[in-house]
C-alpha cells in the first residue's frame, strides 16, 4: 500500500518579498517540486488580475518553475468549467492572491474548481496562499472586521472559507494593520477554534496539518483561548471583551508549533541571516510588476 501523500500549505501574510531574496515564494517553488512543478496562480481576489498573474509568473519562471498557468473564474458559474478544474487537478502547486477573500468565498467555495483545491491538497499538491489567499485556507474565515488592540463584541464577521485547515482562524497583515483585537475578540467567542496571526512578509509552512514552521522576515501570532475566561456570551455590541487567561504564542521564523496540542517544538534561530526586502505600499502588486520589469 502507498505512503499517504504529505499534504502542504503555505499562509503567507501579504506583501512577501517579490524582488529580492524572495524566501517565502522560493521555499513555495520547491515544494511545488522545482523545474518539475506544474504552478496555477489564481487572481480572483485581486482587482488587477492581469498584474497579478504577471509578477507572480515572472517569479515563479525566474524561479526555475517550467509551467505557470492562470485560472480566474469571472463568476460562480465559471467555476464549474472543466478545463479549469483539469488544470487544478494536474498542478503540483496552487497559489491563490491577495485582493478581496470574500470575493474567493463567493466564487470558488463549494464549487468544483473549490473541491478541486482540496483534492490536490490531498494527493501532496502544495496550496498557497497570500493576503486574502490566506485568510481562505481556514474552514471559517474572517470576512471583514474592525482593526486594533482591543477586542470588542461583535467586531469581525466569520464566512465560510475553503476548510485546508480546520479548527484554526487565520488573519494576515497582523502586526502591520493591528489586527490582534478582532483575531482574539473571535477566539474568545468561539474558544474551540485556535487564532493564527501572520505578518507580512512572513509564512506559516503546515504540514499534514500539525506541523507549523515559520519563514519570514516577521512572525506568526497563535492565540488559544481554550482555558480562558471571557464576558463574549453577555458583552452589548462594540463593547470591550474581558479575555483573561489566553495564550499567546509569537514564532519567528525557524519556529517549529504543534498545532494539535498547541505547544512549541523546536526553534532554530534564523532571524539574525534574514535580510529580504518587503514592500509596505499598499498597491504592492503594481510596485513589484514594475520593479520586475526593470
Given at each position: 500500500m502507498p505512503e499517504p501523500a504529505t499534504r502542504s500549505l503555505l499562509i503567507i501574510g501579504g506583501a512577501e518579498d517579490k524582488v529580492g531574496r524572495v524566501t517565502i515564494l522560493r521555499r513555495f517553488v520547491r515544494l511545488a517540486g522545482g523545474r518539475k512543478s506544474r504552478i496555477v496562480v489564481i487572481p480572483t481576489a485581486s482587482s488587477v488580475p492581469d498584474e497579478v498573474v504577471?509578477?507572480?509568473?515572472?517569479?515563479?519562471?525566474?524561479?526555475?518553475?517550467?509551467q505557470?498557468?492562470?485560472?480566474?473564474?469571472?463568476?460562480?458559474?465559471h467555476s464549474s468549467d472543466a478545463g479549469l478544474?483539469?488544470?487544478?487537478?494536474?498542478?503540483?502547486?496552487?497559489?491563490?492572491?491577495?485582493?478581496?477573500q470574500l470575493r474567493l468565498s463567493q466564487l470558488i467555495v463549494g464549487t468544483p474548481l473549490g473541491a478541486a483545491i482540496l483534492r490536490a491538497y490531498e494527493r501532496g499538491a502544495v496550496i498557497a496562499g497570500t493576503s486574502a489567499g490566506a485568510s481562505i485556507m481556514s474552514q471559517f474565515m474572517i470576512s471583514m472586521g474592525d482593526e486594533g488592540v482591543t477586542p470588542r463584541q461583535r467586531s469581525s464577521q466569520l464566512t465560510a472559507g475553503l476548510g485546508l485547515l480546520?479548527?484554526?482562524?487565520?488573519?494576515?497583515h497582523f502586526d502591520q494593520r493591528a489586527r490582534y483585537g478582532r483575531l482574539l475578540s473571535l477566539v474568545a467567542s468561539s474558544p474551540s477554534l485556535l487564532g493564527m496571526g501572520i505578518d507580512e512578509d512572513t509564512a506559516a509552512e503546515i504540514t499534514d496539518g500539525t506541523e507549523l514552521t515559520v519563514v519570514g522576515s516577521g512572525a506568526v501570532f497563535v492565540v488559544d483561548a481554550r482555558t480562558a475566561v471571557t464576558d463574549a456570551h453577555?458583552?452589548?455590541?462594540?463593547?470591550?471583551?474581558?479575555v483573561t487567561g489566553a495564550i499567546v504564542h509569537t514564532l519567528p521564523f525557524g519556529a517549529t508549533f504543534d498545532l494539535e496540542t498547541a505547544t512549541l517544538t523546536d526553534f532554530?534561530?534564523?532571524y539574525a541571516d534574514l535580510a529580504v526586502s518587503t514592500s509596505r505600499d499598499r498597491h504592492d502588486t503594481a510596485t513589484a510588476a514594475a520593479a520586475l520589469r526593470r
Open positions: 504577471e509578477v507572480y509568473s515572472t517569479v515563479f519562471s525566474r524561479l526555475g518553475a517550467p505557470i498557468d492562470a485560472v480566474n473564474p469571472p463568476d460562480r458559474a478544474v483539469a488544470l487544478i487537478d494536474q498542478a503540483t502547486g496552487v497559489f491563490l492572491s491577495g485582493g478581496n480546520p479548527g484554526v482562524i487565520v488573519d494576515q453577555e458583552a452589548e455590541r462594540d463593547a470591550p471583551l474581558l532554530d534561530e534564523k
